[in-house]
Nanobody, 127 residues
Framework: QVQLVESGGGLVQAGSSLRLSCTASGRTFNDYATAWFRQAPGKEREFVAHITWSGSGTYYADSVKGRFTISRDNAKNTLYLQMNSLKPEDTAVYYC????????????????????WGQGTQVTVSA
């Protein structure tokens, strides 16, 4: 079993920054790619960013490219999402997720490729 716990969400003004964290326990964190997704009210869950198991590769949705940075500290079993220049359209519940595939370097954008999810953390950006 894997437990993922997100933190760091909050209410901020447009143009501000936040850093989300996701701490993992259970299955070896280092051996699986991880990602951030988000879900706004009335919308489907959407891919935000992905990082390979080794941390050597990252991939972003076009909507956040250049503003968000995904990183991981395998020694701390922790995933991060640094969010800069936040916009009202970034408002959503943000979820971290761990992929199903051992040491795969493939970038998976679909949520069906992730079998462990955190409970989510709310990010609200006011205009």
């Amino acid at each position: 079993q894997v437990q993922l716990v997100e933190s760091g969400g909050g209410l901020v003004q447009a143009g501000s920054s936040l850093r989300l964290s996701c701490t993992a326990s259970g299955r070896t964190f280092n051996d699986y790619a991880t990602a951030w997704f988000r879900q706004a009210p009335g919308k489907e869950r959407e891919f935000v960013a992905h990082i390979t198991w080794s941390g050597s590769g990252t991939y972003y949705a076009d909507s956040v490219k250049g503003r968000f940075t995904i990183s991981r500290d395998n020694a701390k079993n922790t995933l991060y999402l640094q969010m800069n220049s936040l916009k009202p359209e970034d408002t959503a519940v943000y979820y971290c997720a761990q992929s199903k595939y051992y040491r795969s370097s493939t970038v998976y954008r679909g949520p069906q490729n992730y079998n462990y999810w955190g409970q989510g953390t709310q990010v609200t950006v006011s205009a």
